[in-house]
């Protein structure tokens, strides 16, 4: 646990060296998908990850809860190449991600949270966008690009501009631009906020036949149901820190995961309060 160090007005100080990673974290002739070992990361003086340790399985549809502040999306640009840590490593498949950004980053899909598309495209060319930087062929892109309109259900929107979109479309449109070089690991972060119930289940399916076909997904959600039924493994984030992880069963124990997530992050306000909004009438 992270101590202040009383320097003046330096506020809590991180330690001097990296935390060495764990002998497990080392590549593996079948690596995980993702190991995180010893990541830190600070904003001024907030402590956004402390020291944070995950492996996230091969084959996985992996869930990361949390409430606000925890830390999930700070953990999660990291763990991308998007947001280089204060200390700490990651390994995507065996390859230390720090060390070889190039190799490691392609084998990686992302959909991070708040970062718009390139909205003057139509989705067909958003798509194709996204395949040509990822060095992909113009033949190839062309017929991806084609396979996920197809399967996003976004054929007849294809030429239509991005901007124009539902904000369901809008994040199947960026699903696709995040597979279209097939990575072997997708990491999303809230895929299904503002999504509409029928979009949601849509891009539930596709994600579960491309785990199903081998692959790896992270998914970053504040809904307790949606991870408990899609997931099959879980970490519960708050403070910086992994507070449990491993198979949703394993977590959730004998109760729901949103009890166990309640029970584990605290801060629930039970009774009293806001009495007045029961009265008959108004005061005078």
């Known amino acids: 646990m992270l101590t202040p160090v009383p320097d003046g007005n330096q506020g809590p100080q991180l330690p001097p060296d990296p935390p060495p990673p764990l002998a497990s974290a080392q590549p593996l002739a079948e690596p995980p998908a ?8 600070r904003f001024g003086s907030t402590i956004a990850v402390a020291g944070l340790d995950l492996d996230v399985p091969t084959g996985s549809c992996y869930g990361l809860v949390g409430p606000n502040g925890a830390g999930k999306t ?9 947001l280089r840590p204060d200390f700490g490593s990651v390994w995507v498949q065996g390859v230390d991600l720090w060390s070889d950004p190039l190799r490691g980053k392609a084998l990686l ?4 949270d708040g970062i718009p598309l390139f909205d003057r495209l139509t989705g067909a060319q958003a798509i194709t966008y996204a395949g040509l930087l990822r060095g992909l062929d113009r033949d190839t892109v062309a017929a991806r690009t084609a396979d ?25 449109i960026a699903l696709a631009c995040a597979m279209v070089h097939a990575p072997r690991l997708l990491v999303l972060d809230e895929p299904f906020e503002a999504v509409d119930p029928v979009s949601a289940a849509n891009i539930r399916d596709i994600l ?4 199903a076909g081998g692959g790896t997904v992270i998914v970053s959600s504040h809904v ?8 099959d493994h879980v970490a519960v ?6 507070l449990a992880a491993g198979t949703v069963d394993e977590v959730r124990g004998a109760g729901t995961l949103e009890d166990r997530f309640v029970q584990l992050v605290g801060g629930r306000i039970t009774g009293g309060g806001l009495a007045w909004l ?3 009438s108004a005061s005078s």
């Open 224 to 231: 307790m149901d949606l991870v408990q039924r899609m997931c």
């Open 237 to 242: 984030i708050a403070g910086g820190h992994v």
């Open 74 to 82: 700070t953990t999660l640009l990291m763990a991308t190449g998007l």
């Open 34 to 41: 993702l190991v995180l070992r010893g990541l830190w990361r």
């Open 148 to 172: 996920l309109l197809r399967t996003m259900d976004l054929e007849r929107d294809a030429d239509t501009l991005v901007v124009d979109y539902s904000a369901g479309m809008t994040k199947k």
């Open 109 to 112: 899909g992302v959909l991070p």
């Open 208 to 211: 579960a036949a491309y785990v």
């Open 278 to 280: 029961g009265t008959s």
